[in-house]
């Protein structure tokens, strides 16, 4: 019975597709004037804006109104949309005397959202949800695994099980984890994480979990793999996926619209204005690719480190990418194992084995003794060092040579006075040295732990404590992303300014904590 329940369950989670239209769409002119105008700051802000008529009414009425010689475009704007659910200034800050676990403790009602109907651009989800905080208030996906590591650790299980649940509402709905529930974001996902969130949750609530959300797992996986039938012929490379030259398909990352991104559709303009050799369409493209990774925005994705217009994501084979989905296809097969089904079971395990295998022949460099992104088209591996390579010890792709050689370079040459740094180039952008991030810190200590490398995963973690705990000290919050060169200043880089709450940092905070070296 059960194994007829989960086929027919796979059945109906077929065919589905976004049914929320992006504020592009509905806004067109409007959206544009106001950001390239700089109508707000952060050009998130209008996005996430709701409004008491229909969009398409209201850009109607802009394109009437703006005909009249005193048109004032601000005084538009603020007389057909109003904020929802912003909460700004020392709302995140701790209150004198508290330590940092109360503060999180206190924080997490603070960032808890509820929205069960859609207002605006923010999707409506069935169960409430954690956000990171400042002026992410969604429930963003690769975020929300990091912030359930820490509410797991600290009794909340059922608020880990209620964000699970809303993604498996979305992937019925749509049929995959969108960025975030913002119809803007509609477009792309973000690191696939969703196999370590069933596994976290099977911890505490049994192996049944694994069964339960197989479905859903599938959906994910079908998802990220859609195109590989189409990999005939000459052709290498559709969607998501990528024929490598000895016939192993890997992923990318990429995007379903080649248009600037609303919330940040002014610096896309001047970016792919500033690319004089290169199609418009192909450099929103490859922003839009960068933004579903995470690494928004890093060198790692640049032909030249210091030159943004040169971005290139869908040329790039991520290690960690890949890492995620080898990971992915071995938790599916177990879910089947589990279910008794040892033909699906060995298939899974096949294509995982499969996986791993490519990313060491294209990513895993003998010389350098490191993993590489690989770039398909210059049919070589990049020359950009970075964290992503942490994944393959996370997820268990790397041979313990491979781990130990791994685990020199990052003593060596990554880990400073406040943890790990993202890359070892200052580029600016703020997935670049000199700044550390908390998931990227976890995966690289809970990577060296798999394979013994124990002394050097505790000192990346008294590091990154010390460095949380030295800002909480000293500004009494606990923010995005931290400055690992020099602890207790702020880190920098980025489209917006440091933002402060925060998610991800408050659950790997916890995590980290609580474990035993």
């Known amino acids: 019975m059960l194994k007829k329940k989960i086929k027919a369950g796979i059945t109906n989670l077929r065919g589905f597709a976004p049914t929320e239209v992006g504020p592009e769409e509905l806004l067109g002119e409007l959206l544009q004037d106001v950001q390239l105008r700089r109508v707000h700051p952060d050009g998130k802000t209008f996005v996430d804006l709701v409004s008491e008529r229909k969009l398409r009414r209201i850009a109607k009425a802009y394109r009437q109104a703006r005909l009249a010689p005193d048109f004032d475009l601000h005084d538009f704007v603020g007389r057909h949309f109003h904020q929802y659910l912003i909460k700004h200034g020392d709302v995140y ?95 792309r996902s973000q690191p696939p994480l969703f196999s370590h969130m069933v596994r976290l949750l099977a911890e505490k609530r049994g192996r049944r979990m694994y069964v339960q959300y197989l479905p ?20 290498i490379a559709s969607r998501r996926v990528v024929k490598m030259p000895d016939g192993s398909i890997l992923n990318r990352y990429y995007d379903s619209k080649s248009t600037p991104r609303p919330e940040s559709y002014r610096e896309d303009v001047e970016i792919a204005t500033g690319a004089h050799d290169r199609v418009p369409s192909r450099v929103y493209l490859d922003i839009r690719a960068a933004a579903e990774s995470g690494w928004d925005f890093s060198s790692r994705w640049f032909r030249d480190p210091n030159d943004m217009s040169t971005i290139h994501t869908t040329d790039i084979i991520p290690v960690d990418l890949n890492c995620l989905l080898y990971d992915l296809e071995r938790t599916i097969a177990h879910a089947y194992k589990i279910l008794r089904q040892g033909v699906l079971s060995k298939r899974y395990e096949t294509k995982a084995q499969r996986r791993a295998e490519a990313i060491r022949t294209y990513c895993w460099s003998e010389h350098q003794g490191y993993f590489f992104d690989y770039d398909f088209m210059a049919k070589d591996r990049t020359e950009s060092w970075h964290l992503g390579a942490a994944f393959t010890l996370f997820t268990g792709v790397a041979t313990p040579e491979e781990a130990a050689r791994t685990a020199e370079t990052l003593e060596r040459d990554f880990l400073k006075n406040g943890g790990l740094a993202t890359t070892l180039v200052a580029t600016g952008q703020q997935w670049d040295a000199p700044n550390g991030w908390a998931p990227l810190q976890w995966a690289a200590y809970k990577g060296l732990r798999n394979y013994g490398h124990n002394d050097l995963a505790r000192k990346i973690k008294e590091r990154w404590i010390e460095s949380t705990l030295g800002l909480y000290d000293s500004h009494a919050k606990l923010v995005e992303k931290y400055n690992v060169e020099k602890p207790g200043e702020h880190a920098g880089g980025g489209e917006y300014e440091l933002q402060d709450g925060f998610g991800w940092t408050n659950g790997v905070f916890l995590a980290m904590e609580a474990e035993r070296d």
């Not at 207002?119 to 975020?143: C, H, I, N, T």
């Open 93 to 187: 800050r701790a209150m004198d005397g508290r330590s940092v676990h109360e503060h999180i403790e206190a924080l997490w009602p603070v960032l808890t959202r509820s929205n069960y109907r859609t207002r605006g651009s923010l999707m409506a989800l069935p169960y409430p949800y954690v956000v990171p905080g400042g002026r992410f208030l969604e429930q963003f996906y690769w975020d929300a695994y990091f912030i359930m590591i820490g509410l797991a650790e600290t009794g909340h299980t059922d608020m880990v099980e209620d964000m699970v649940k809303n993604y498996a509402y979305l992937i019925r709905k749509i049929g995959y984890i969108p960025t975030a529930n913002r119809t803007y974001f509609l477009t």
């Open 216 to 235: 859903y797992l599938l959906a994910e996986y079908r998802f990220w793999m859609r195109g590989s039938k189409e990999l005939t012929g000459g052709k």
